[in-house]
């Protein structure tokens, strides 16, 4: 019995210990520093396809931009140093451009203007828009431009409804290929963990970019976007599924009941 609960400690021990030293691999700190640089990047934005809701976001200035790896052409403007996003707050387009990445490094949180934390579901639409795979599939239809604003509005809707945590959109395309790909609405719906892999998400990371004044300061009630970069996340464990990590319970739970059931077995008749 003994050597039983040594196993399943040990064994829980060489997991976290594992999950640890992968984290140690992937600093998200370092590509928020990057981006923010002294006072946040400074972007000229506007709507495309006359106010659909996608935003083009152009770099303007001497310095150089942020990494923009993650974007296929379909997700770019014709240039290397723009890329479309999504609002995710509403409110004040403030007029000097700066917009800084948000992240909680106690939690791996990255929180818009209004304080509330991405979902796993908005950074998995975001980063399956900005690498192409919506286009790929044809669900986000490029080749006329009505067409794309129609199709960008609904993905729009599906981001917004996973901002509150909700699933619920049934006849919402976007939200459809979501539960194709997971069939757990909690796992969509729950606050999205930048130190994390994800398997549907894969080597990429996902950020809030919040306006902010002058000062570099986030201010509460003006506008926020995504941002999505490549992410080296090559030794780090995925987080498990809630099917998987109640599996798991069990089955730990359901070792060591055995072990103390044959041991009062045992000695039941001895």
Known sequence: MKRLRFTVVLLCALA????????????????????NGSGGAVWNYSSNNSGASEMIFSARGSGSPP???????????NRDDSFFSFMIQPGNKDSNGFARLSYDATDGATRNSGNTAITVGVAWLYTQYATGAFASNGLLRTNNANVRRTDADELAAAINLLMTG????????????????????????????????????GDYAVFAMNLVNSSGDIVAGNQSFLYVTTANYSSMSAVPEPASLLMWTLGGIGAFGFGYRRKVFKNAFA
């Not at 990494?67 to 403007?77: C, D, K, T």
């Open 16 to 35: 976290f210990a594992n999950i640890g030293a992968a984290l140690a691999d992937f600093n998200p700190q370092t590509i928020v520093d990057n981006f």
């Open 67 to 77: 990494s923009l790896s993650a974007y296929s052409p379909v997700a770019r403007e």
């Open 166 to 201: 909700n699933t619920a959109a049934s006849g919402n395309k976007f939200v459809q290929a979501m539960l194709r790909a997971n069939t757990e609405a909690t796992y969509w719906t729950a606050a999205y963990n930048v130190n994390s892999r994800y398997n549907e998400i």
